[in-house]
Structure formats: C-alpha cells, structure tokens
C-alpha cells in the first residue's frame, strides 16, 4: 500500500460530518489562570521540539500569558500523549499532536491507554516534514543501493536508529527491509536528538528521520541523506533522491504535528486557538522559519473537524499495514 498524505487527507477538506469531540468548559476570560502547559511527546531537539520552540514564544504573545514547553518523552511518545488525554479540559494543557503517538501507535500498541480521536481535542494541523535515511559524511554508503548492498551482505548487522519503539521512523526501517528483501537492525531511541547524537559519533551506521531534526548536520556537511520519502525531491536538496525514484513507490510518506488538546476543551478555545494559529502559520517570520527547517505547511489549512477526521483516517491506514504485516507491541 502505497502511504501518501495526499491519499489520507482526500475527503477530509470536505469533511462535513459534526465533531466528535463534547465540548464541556466555559472559556470564559481564557486564558486567565496563568500559564499555559504545551506537551512535547518527545525530547528536545526532534521535530515536534522544534515546532514547540518556533509557535510557544509567538504563541504566548498573542494570547497574553506564557506557553511553558515541557518535553515529556518515551515509548514512541505515547507517554506524553497519554499525560495530554488525560488533562483537566481547561485550556491550560496542550500538547504538540504528532503521527507516531496518534498515527502509528494505535496499530501496534493493543493496549494503547487512549483513543486517538476520541479522548483529543485536535485544534489546528500544522504541517508535516519528509522523512529521510541518513548516514555520517564519513560512512561507506553513498547511495541507497550501497546500504541495501550491505545490509544483504550482512543480515542484522546494518543497524537504523528511530525515535523510539512503534514510532514511524522505526515502521520505516521496517518497511524498507521488507521491501528490499533484507534484515536491517533496529536500534530504538527516546528521540531524534539521542538518535542522531550517536549515529554521528559513529555508534550506529544509520537513522530514519524527519529531515526536520536533521537539516543543520546535513548543512554542515557532517550527514548525507540516501533518500528522502516526498513524492518528488524537494527545493532545499534538489540533488537528494527519493525512494520513490530508486525503486520504492511504497515509501511516500511524511511525519506530521499538530496542537490538540483534551477532549471536552471547549469551542470557544478552539476557535481562538485555531485562528491565532492560522495567523502565525502566515507571519513572514514563521513562514520561514519553517522553511529553514523544511516543515512544510497544508496547501489548505484544515478545521478542527477535518484535523479530527485526518488523524483518524491516517490512524486506520496504519492500523491496516500494521495488521497486514503482523505488528504488534507491549507497552512498557
């Protein structure tokens, strides 16, 4: 199954259907209390930190009061989100909403402790990021072809750094040994910082990654990517192929974040939310700071309806993979 955002996302800009979140809280005077709890489901340093750190100080300007960034990681950030779920509906918990904890996580993880949908109030999509296989500037691999060569000549050996256990970039790896026919060796982290932190002091050959984490050592001439998951190479590393391009179609995806929220939040916070999110999104500033960092933005901004029904329509297609190919994890 080929795994597109575009083939996700069809029907949700037109989606019509009432929220599923109930909305409990009166918003009266919000925010009022002081400041404002955002969640980051994992550690500083990887793409969903980096957002955080690019809306939280904007973020806190506009609506008056602080947005205190708090990094709680761990198992694919699944722990983090489930601290979010489980939030008082009062505004004043928010959490940065991402693909592996919400999109993958429910596939793999039988005893995942919340509901995707139904225990969030998912607020606005901020954008997604491609995903990419690097390796050190120094490593022997300069090609994908040279990393597929040895992995078959070295089943379990060729190691891959993710984010963690059940996250999308470990599900890549995955994926890329099934359709390459080899055996690569998944070396699991808390996040893209650690991960990339080792794999450039040489303790493992290789990552899965948004190219988000990964631009900065790219840059510096310190990392090079083998492939990238766009559907067709992007402006910032025209030079980059995409797996697509070396014979891997299936491998068309991207990692997403958002702001969600508690269930029950209540509408009048959502809405304001979501309108001084958009606004920011626009700001010549933000703009491009998310292009430095290759967080590209939705061509069409989508509602927190339609936001609800993308994740739970991305959440399904990984079910379904997952499923298909006989994943399943313990939390612990």
Do not use: C
Request: hydrophobic fraction near 40%.
């Amino acid at each position: 199954m080929k795994l597109t955002r575009r083939g996700v996302i069809a029907g949700t800009v037109a989606a019509v259907a009432a929220p599923v979140t109930t909305f409990a809280q009166s918003s009266a005077g919000w925010p009022t209390k002081g400041s404002i709890r955002l969640i980051v489901t994992f550690p500083p340093g990887g793409t969903a930190d980096t957002v955080s750190r690019i809306l939280a100080p904007k973020l806190s300007a506009v609506l008056g009061t602080q947005i205190v960034v708090e990094n709680r990681p761990g198992a694919g950030g699944t722990i983090g989100s489930d601290l979010a779920a489980k939030a008082p509906a009062d505004g004043y918990t928010l959490v940065i909403s991402h693909a592996s904890p919400l999109g993958i996580a429910p596939g793999i993880y039988p005893k995942l402790p919340y509901d995707v949908v139904k225990d969030f109030t998912h607020i606005s999509l901020v954008g997604h990021t491609p995903n990419v296989l690097i390796v050190p500037t120094a490593s022997p691999y300069k090609t994908l072809a040279d990393y597929i060569a040895a992995a078959k000549a070295k089943p379990d050996e060729i190691g891959f750094g993710s984010s963690g256990i059940g996250s999308n970039t470990h599900l890549m790896g995955e994926q890329l040994s099934g359709l390459a026919g080899i055996k690569l060796k998944h070396v699991p982290y808390k996040g893209s910082a650690p991960s990339l932190q080792d794999m450039l002091a040489g303790v493992i050959p290789s990552m899965f990654d948004p190219i988000t984490t990964n631009v900065s050592q790219i840059n510096a001439g310190k990392a090079r990517v083998l492939a990238i998951s766009s559907e067709k190479r992007i402006a910032m590393y025209p030079d980059v192929p995409t797996f697509a391009e070396q014979g891997f179609p299936q491998m068309t995806t991207s990692t997403w974040v958002g702001i969600s929220g508690p269930k029950g939040l209540a509408p009048e916070i959502v809405a304001k939310l979501h309108d001084e999110l958009l606004k920011l999104y626009r700001a010549p500033d933000v703009v491009e700071r998310f292009k430095e960092v290759v967080l590209l933005p939705e061509d069409a901004p989508m509602s927190p309806v339609q936001y609800t029904k993308f994740v739970g329509d991305f959440a399904a297609v990984w079910t379904k993979v997952s499923k298909d190919a006989g994943i399943s994890l313990e939390l612990g």
